[in-house]
């Protein structure tokens, strides 16, 4: 959603944000292919694909938005 992530941080700590329909309650939960993420105000996501790691260990993902 071309968020910061400070701010992807702020809307899970407030509940804003479901991962397979559950509240995501955790900044640090494994997400893996397929799963359903839901942002509150800015839709319902489906991860493709996860790829390589960040230098800072972070990791870089391909999402779909459902229509």
Do not use: W
């Not at 955790?26 to 996860?50: A, E, L």
């Amino acid at each position: 959603t071309n968020e910061s992530r400070d701010k992807a941080k702020s809307s899970i700590l407030s509940g804003l944000v479901e991962c397979n329909y559950s509240p995501a309650t955790r900044t640090d939960m494994r997400i893996q292919n397929g799963d359903v993420i839901t942002v509150h105000g800015s839709g319902k996501f489906i991860i493709v694909n996860i790829t390589e790691e960040t230098k800072k260990g972070r990791l870089r993902l391909s999402a779909k938005k459902y229509i």
